[in-house]
């Protein structure tokens, strides 16, 4: 079974701060993706990530596969509170379907 | 609109009861899944259908049953609703299974008392 931890489980941060969440699996992953859930709503795709090493922006957001597609990382600068929710890894494995990481609830204080 | 529609957001029911989520969507993805998020486990696969017709057992299937007779629908049953089911159902939809993102309804919490 593959199996993907995220760390931290809870983060609160004040507003303008820089924070790194962790997604990682002994298990390779064809692509993965980051999702960000807001209460009472579904999750909302961020990035893709595809290819060992590859790095993406969205704005403030900097998200990171790792070479060996084990493992990434979402980089947020200058954190604002609409970046308040629960954010979610997802790891594609090479059939048809996603396994989820428990997320990390982030909480940016104004 | 196009997208994903979950129904009910919320039920309430007793344990012994039958109970059906519905989900709907308007894109004509190939594939749909269903999902339940508890606090401390994320989110864990139910089923998933590749196509009308083609259904498949995810992590954690037992008690449930799905069907997909169109592209469009894919309800899940709990046929004898258990407590340990009381959760939150996520739906979601993608074009091609892994290799496309996927999209979520609003989800369906149930109780179950």
């Known amino acids: 079974t593959q199996l993907l931890e995220q760390s931290p489980q809870f983060l609160s941060i004040q507003e303008g701060e820089n924070l790194t969440v962790y997604c990682n699996s002994s298990s390779v992953f064809s692509s993965l993706q980051w999702y960000r859930q807001e209460p009472g709503e579904g999750p909302v795709l961020l990035v893709t990530?595809?290819?060992?090493?590859e790095v993406k922006k969205l704005k403030r957001l900097t998200f990171q596969f790792g070479d060996a597609r084990k493992d990434s990382s979402l980089h947020i600068t200058a954190a604002q509170p609409g970046d308040t929710g629960l954010y979610l890894c997802a790891g594609a494995n090479y059939g048809q379907n996603f396994v989820f990481g428990p997320g990390t609830r982030l909480s940016v204080l104004p | 609109d196009a997208g994903i529609t979950q129904s009910p957001r919320y039920k309430i029911t007793e344990t012994g009861r039958q109970v059906t989520l519905m989900c709907h969507q308007t894109w004509s993805h190939s594939y749909m899944f269903w999902y339940r998020q508890d606090l401390g486990h994320g989110l864990r696969l139910i089923y998933y259908?590749?196509?009308?017709?083609?259904?498949d057992k995810g992590e954690v299937p037992d008690g449930y049953v799905v069907s997909r007779s169109k592209t469009e629908n894919f309800p899940l049953t709990l046929e004898s609703a258990t407590r340990s089911q009381t959760s939150v159902y996520f739906c979601?939809?993608?074009?091609?299974?892994?290799?496309?993102?996927?999209?979520f309804g609003d989800g369906t919490r149930l109780s179950i008392l």
């Open positions: 979601a939809s993608s074009e091609e299974g892994a290799k496309q993102p996927q999209h």
């Open positions: 259908s590749a196509a009308a017709d083609i259904t």
């Open positions: 990530v595809v290819t060992g090493g």
